[in-house]
């Protein structure tokens, strides 16, 4: 449960993030769609955070590799946070 409230969370904080970063979200399909090549995989953790803050650290990490975007394959919260996300070029 905690998991897919982490997921539509972070969804929805990509939606309304203003962030700088270049590297965007997307899903699954998208990425097909737009023949995007995954170029690896990355993750970020800390302590308690919003979900627009673990965004804004996947995107900034996804744009220190390089990637045009990133989709979240795993996250959760439990008084400490993790995500994992593939990128792609």
């Known amino acids: ?3 897919t409230f982490t997921f ?3 969804g929805l ?5 203003f962030g700088a970063a270049a ?3 997307v899903t699954q399909q998208e990425a097909a769609s737009q023949n ?12 308690d955070a919003s979900p627009t803050t673990i965004r804004q650290h996947l995107a900034q990490k996804a744009d220190k590799e390089g990637a045009s975007a ?3 394959v ?3 919260t439990n008084g ?3 995500a994992t996300a593939v990128i792609y070029q």
């Open 8 to 10: 539509a969370a972070l």
């Open 23 to 25: 590297a965007d979200l």
């Open 36 to 47: 995007l090549q995954p170029i690896g995989t990355i993750s970020v953790s800390g302590i």
């Open 80 to 82: 400490n946070y993790h």
């Open 13 to 17: 904080a990509s939606v309304l993030s």
């Open 1 to 3: 449960m905690k998991t």
């Open 74 to 76: 795993e996250a959760y």
């Open 70 to 72: 990133y989709r979240v």
